[in-house]
């Protein structure tokens, strides 16, 4: 069974860090785009980070600077290192993976996505 598996949230202060873990069971993710996506309480879900099956990045301006999205592909992984965390920043995030038609692809719409994570919570309070 095909499956990805979210890991490493949790509480964290205002300035703090947190690193995510999305780890694929059933599947090889270097053949996948991976998106990191969030959903705040009364919110829509948002896309945060992206990476290629190639590697090419791309965050929204909401979080440049601070997240960043890396690719481990010995472990069947992809990580996200979130810096300078903030309040708006509460929300739980969710990873998903879409099989790549070119290594510098990334898709930024949540539809386009074959798998889905369980989602794994962060909150930002002090």
């Known amino acids: 069974q095909s499956q990805l598996v979210e890991s490493g949230g949790g509480l964290v202060q205002p300035g703090g860090s947190l690193r995510l873990s999305c780890a694929a069971f059933g599947f090889t993710l270097d053949s996948y785009a991976i998106g990191w996506f969030r959903q705040a309480p009364g919110k829509e879900r948002e896309g945060v980070s992206y990476?290629?099956?190639?590697?090419?990045?791309y965050y929204p301006g909401s979080v440049k600077g601070r997240f960043t999205v890396s690719r481990d592909n010995a472990k069947n992984t992809v990580l996200l290192e979130m810096n300078s965390l903030k309040s708006e920043d509460t929300a739980v995030y969710y990873c998903?993976?879409?099989?790549?038609?070119?290594?510098?692809?990334?898709?930024?719409?949540?539809?386009?996505?074959?798998?889905w994570g369980q989602g794994t919570q962060v909150t930002v309070s002090s």
């Open positions: 990476i290629s099956s190639g590697g090419a990045t």
């Open positions: 998903a993976a879409k099989r790549a038609l070119y290594r510098t692809t990334y898709y930024l719409e949540s539809s386009e996505y074959d798998y």
